[in-house]
């Protein structure tokens, strides 16, 4: 059983598209996340949700909204796609966020967005 | 502004030398820090973590230290083998946030 799944893998698509990316965990975790990984590799949160609630919020484009309908989803739609949204997105879960006792992060295996 | 360096962006070893990679931090003050690995394609695997009261944590043929004074952090790896061939993440925490360097990518050759 894989811990943390994101689907999907790829994702191509056009310019001013709205998509969305999913993202479940098993681990029974408190706290899930989304990162993204740019071409450079830098690897920067963008949310942090505990138990359903918007802990971090970084410097995201407003295009840029997560949803978490339980704890064991968090799910990022991105309305009207830009060239610049291209990168490879990963979710990650732990237990008790990253200032909690078990902040070890578990990560999905990404998803690659090309927008073209 | 808060900056993690890690020493340089590739390091070769020969197989069964140890493996040495640094991270640096500036303007973190941060509780414990986190190591992971990252292979191509795939998420990064969390390894190993210190806390700011620990010196020295092992694992296996893993080591790392934590220096608070001198805000750094060293991850070795011992008798290197072309498994361990991968991108390594130092990651310190700042409150409510996990940041990644940019990651040592090491070749074990045999």
């Known amino acids: 059983d894989t811990a943390v799944s994101q689907t999907p893998k790829y994702l191509v698509t056009q310019m001013g598209n709205d998509k969305s990316i999913k993202c479940e965990q098993n681990l029974g975790h408190d706290t899930m996340y989304w990162y993204k990984q740019d071409s450079k590799k830098f690897l920067k949160i963008m949310f942090s949700y505990n138990n359903k609630e918007l802990i971090i919020n970084e410097t995201v484009p407003n295009r840029f909204s997560p949803k978490s309908p339980d704890k064991a989803h968090l799910n990022l739609h991105i309305n009207s796609l830009e060239l610049g949204d291209s990168a490879v997105y990963f979710c990650?879960?732990?237990?008790?966020?990253?200032?909690?006792?078990?902040?070890?992060?578990?990560f999905g295996q990404g998803t690659r967005l090309t927008v073209v | 502004s808060q900056k993690i360096e890690q020493n340089s962006e590739a390091l070769n070893i020969q197989e069964g030398k140890t493996a040495t990679l640094t991270c640096n931090y500036t303007n973190y003050s941060p509780a414990y820090l986190q190591w992971y690995r990252q292979d191509p394609g795939r998420g990064p695997v969390f390894l190993l973590l210190?806390?700011?009261?620990?010196k020295e944590k092992r694992k296996e043929r893993l080591k790392v230290t934590f220096d608070t004074t001198l805000k750094q952090s060293l991850f070795h790896i011992t008798a290197s083998q072309p498994a361990d061939s991968a991108t390594y993440l130092c990651?310190?925490?700042?409150?409510?946030?996990?940041?990644f360097g940019k990651g040592t990518s090491l070749l074990v050759t045999p």
């Open positions: 990651a310190p925490n700042s409150g409510y946030a996990l940041n």
């Open positions: 210190i806390r700011e009261n620990e």
């Open positions: 990650a879960s732990s237990q008790g966020g990253f200032s909690g006792g078990f902040p070890e992060a578990f």
